[in-house]
């Protein structure tokens, strides 16, 4: 029997006999040529079949084969400079494991709530499967960051008893007979982690209901959650832009066919260079209000606020220091300027908000408590977290990077929706 290749390393078989395990993309046919566009998951390649050098059968079958119809292909490996991969392969056998019939997803347009119903099929398309790529190898350069500067895996529960982002959003559900609902984010016990091993990061999935239907929001979305013992909010704005640096330079380098596919324009990413731009949330509001926003100190960004301080910039800009009113019960206020808070929100250039939530935590026990008094939580259910301002308490910050829009910035894409492989949107939870 051949040996099986995978499309990917076709190029190192020039010249050999081989087998590819895959797929039909697509299928052109000339009477006497079939040619014929095989996927099998690494990649993408023609296999050419001449009709007088195989069977007729088979010769019969390719040229009846459907899209999607699953199969096992040899053929000799030929360099090809036009083709992507480099190569292509001049078909000698074909053994079809499945014959398709009426595959939904065709060439012609569809819309996007027939490309969602049919997600788990949409996926195989090669715009699909590129951004999803993309994804995987952004993971991969979160971790190995993370991981070379000594930063421990932990990873929080999903169920949990309280809420970490505000009572507005919290999915609620069953645990037996308590109340419980899905978290929204681990630090809190990052926080715990952090004074167990120093260094430490969550990776998993969080949920929000969130009822509001925008280009940024999922009901479950992804979060990588660095918490940082003995670290200033300085050191961890650092960190994150350091991350991010590193995570575009890692995808320009590992993922050039796959941008090229989604069509982004990998200028505007290759300029993207540390120190990234900061201004504080003062400066933010002085700014919109000189371009005509009606917006006053105190008041939240939405949207097109955080798209048009973005705008301003090439790279992506920290907003530094916003009203401890608006934000997270945990956060620490600057010493010098009580009514604002150590804290940064990074926004990503071109328009893709918010890809960062960051801040340096309180470490005080009586103001923590003071805390949930003021944003009315109930203290029971947070004495544990009480409990670390107690016993060795530090300063230690932490942050947030929210894995599908930093997918949707990389990849230039219009919607979140396609960031994840199967999204839970509002009113959407098939497939
Ligand atoms: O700013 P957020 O709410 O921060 C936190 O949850 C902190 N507890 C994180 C921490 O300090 N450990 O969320 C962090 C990031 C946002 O910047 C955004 O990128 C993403 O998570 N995010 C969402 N992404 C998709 N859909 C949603 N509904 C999101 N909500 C937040
Ligand atoms: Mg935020």
């Known amino acids: 029997m051949l040996e099986t290749v995978s499309v990917r390393h076709l190029g190192?078989?020039?010249?050999?006999?081989?087998?590819?395990?895959?797929?039909?993309?697509?299928?052109?046919?000339?009477?006497?040529?079939?040619?014929?566009?095989?996927?099998?998951?690494?990649?993408?390649?023609?296999?050419?079949?001449?009709?007088?050098?195989?069977?007729?059968?088979?010769?019969?079958?390719?040229?009846?084969?459907?899209?999607?119809?699953?199969?096992?292909?040899?053929?000799?490996?030929?360099a090809d400079d036009r083709a992507h991969s480099g190569v292509e392969m001049q078909a000698t056998t074909l053994m079809v494991v499945q014959a398709t019939h009426d595959y939904p997803?065709?060439?012609?347009?569809?819309?996007?709530?027939?490309?969602?119903?049919?997600?788990?099929?949409?996926?195989?398309?090669?715009?699909?499967?590129?951004?999803l790529k993309i994804r995987a190898e952004i993971i991969r350069a979160v971790r190995a960051f993370l991981d070379a500067r000594e930063f421990t895996q932990v990873d929080p529960p999903i169920l949990t008893p309280s809420a970490c982002e505000g009572t507005t959003n919290l999915f609620h559900t069953q645990y037996f007979e308590e109340d419980a609902y899905l978290t929204q984010s681990g630090q809190l016990y990052m926080e715990a982690a952090a004074m167990a091993f120093g260094r430490v990061y969550s990776f998993g999935p969080t949920f929000r209901a969130e009822k509001s239907k925008t280009r940024r929001h999922l009901i479950e979305f992804w979060m990588i959650e660095p918490e940082m013992a003995f670290t200033t909010h300085e050191e961890s704005v650092q960190i994150q832009e350091e991350l991010i640096a590193h995570v575009i330079a890692h995808v320009l380098r590992h993922c050039e066919q796959e941008l090229r596919t989604v069509g982004r324009d990998t200028e505007k990413l290759a300029r993207i260079a540390t120190p990234f731009p900061r201004i504080s949330y003062d400066e933010a509001v002085a700014i919109l209000q000189r371009n005509g926003h009606e917006i006053t100190w105190g008041d939240d960004f939405g949207a097109p606020h955080e798209t048009e301080i973005a705008a301003l910039y090439e790279q992506p800009v920290f907003v530094e220091r916003y009203p401890t009113a608006l934000k997270a019960f945990y956060?620490?206020?600057?010493?010098?300027?009580?009514?604002?808070?150590?804290?940064?929100?990074?926004?990503?250039?071109?328009?893709?908000?918010?890809?960062?939530?960051?801040?340096?935590?309180?470490?005080?026990?009586?103001?923590l408590f003071a805390r949930f008094e003021e944003h009315q939580l109930p203290a029971d259910a947070y004495s544990w977290y009480l409990d670390l301002r107690k016993y060795g308490s530090v300063p230690h910050s932490g942050f947030g990077l929210g894995l599908e829009r930093t997918v949707a910035w990389i990849c230039g894409l219009e919607h979140v929706r396609e960031t994840i492989p199967f999204p839970r949107l509002l009113y959407r939870l098939y497939p």
């Open 105 to 131: 997803i065709t060439p012609k347009e569809h819309g996007v709530d027939f490309l969602m119903d049919h997600r788990h099929l949409w996926i195989r398309a090669p715009r699909q499967r590129s951004i």
């Open 12 to 78: 190192q078989h020039i010249g050999n006999e081989v087998a590819v395990n895959g797929w039909l993309h697509a299928k052109r046919s000339s009477g006497k040529i079939v040619f014929l566009q095989i996927r099998d998951g690494t990649g993408f390649v023609q296999a050419v079949m001449v009709r007088s050098e195989v069977s007729a059968e088979t010769f019969a079958e390719a040229s009846a084969l459907t899209q999607e119809s699953s199969l096992r292909i040899t053929g000799i490996v030929k």
């Open 331 to 367: 956060m620490k206020p600057d010493p010098d300027r009580p009514e604002v808070v150590l804290c940064a929100d990074l926004l990503a250039p071109e328009g893709y908000g918010e890809i960062i939530g960051g801040s340096q935590r309180i470490d005080d026990a009586d103001l």
